[in-house]
Nanobody, 117 residues
Framework: QVQLVESGGGLVQAGGSLRLSCAAS????????MSWYRQAPGKQRELVAF???????NYADSVKGRFSISRDNARNTIYLQMNSLKPEDTALYYC???????????WGQGTQVTVSS
């Protein structure tokens, strides 16, 4: 099972930017979808963005136009560029790797993003 390690979180003022990284212990080429999720205190985990192996991307409505997901298969890493951050973006951000065969659904430990007003 692939190990995922997120980094790049931190404390930033509203309007600022952060770039999250998710480094995998092995090749991510075989994973159909790589995603970023987040979970704020007292709330359910929600999908922020995903990128398919084809390069297709999709975003939650709340982050469209502000966040951008990308993947570098050669470096076994995905990224989440977050611009124009808002206090409501404060959450623990998780990386996820999913594939159909052999079936796998792996999660990282998360990186904290805190946006101050």
């Amino acid at each position: 099972q692939v190990q995922l390690v997120e980094s790049g979180g931190g404390l930033v003022q509203a309007g600022g930017s952060l770039r999250l990284s998710c480094a995998a212990s092995g090749s991510i080429f075989s994973f159909n979808v790589m995603s970023w999720y987040r979970q704020a205190p007292g709330k359910q985990r929600e999908l922020v963005a995903f990128i398919a192996n084809s390069g297709f991307t999709n975003y939650a409505d709340s982050v469209k136009g502000r966040f951008s997901i990308s993947r570098d298969n050669a470096r076994n890493t995905i990224y989440l560029q977050m611009n124009s951050l808002k206090p409501e973006d404060t959450a623990l951000y998780y990386c996820n790797a999913r594939r159909d065969w052999p079936a796998e659904d792996s999660w990282g430990q998360g990186t904290q993003v805190t946006v101050s007003s």
